[in-house]
Nanobody
Framework: QVQLVESGGGSVQAGGSLRLSCAAS????????MAWFRQAPGKAREGVAV???????YYSDSTKGRFTISKDNAKNTLILQMNSLKPEDTAMYYC??????????????????????WGQGTQATVSS
């Protein structure tokens, strides 16, 4: 079993930054894919960024160039640095882990239902 706990959400003005963290505990040694998803009210859950066990990353078109995903393996923590935030980035942000390794990194952002572990989410609100 794996437990994921997100933190770092909050309220910022457009153009500002937030840094989200996801602390993983439990049986974390075999988590090849870890990702961030988000969900705004009335919308489907959307892939934001993913990192694989080789360190390769992939971003959605809406976050590429503004968001950076990284892993601190020593602390078992997944990070999402969000810069140049826009009001449309307002959402609940979720950390997810444990996806079949045969999927590609691009596919890993498109199949939220296949992730085994999820955090409880952290809210990010961007005002104009």
């Amino acid at each position: 079993q794996v437990q994921l706990v997100e933190s770092g959400g909050g309220s910022v003005q457009a153009g500002g930054s937030l840094r989200l963290s996801c602390a993983a505990s439990g049986n974390t040694y075999n988590l090849y894919y870890m990702a961030w998803f988000r969900q705004a009210p009335g919308k489907a859950r959307e892939g934001v960024a993913v990192v694989d066990g080789a360190g390769d990353t992939y971003y959605s078109d809406s976050t590429k160039g503004r968001f950076t995903i990284s892993k601190d393996n020593a602390k078992n923590t997944l990070i999402l640095q969000m810069n140049s935030l826009k009001p449309e980035d307002t959402a609940m942000y979720y950390c997810a882990a444990d996806l079949p390794q045969w999927l590609t990194t691009i596919q890993a952002l498109r199949v939220p239902s296949m992730y085994k572990y999820w955090g409880q989410g952290t809210q990010a609100t961007v005002s104009s």
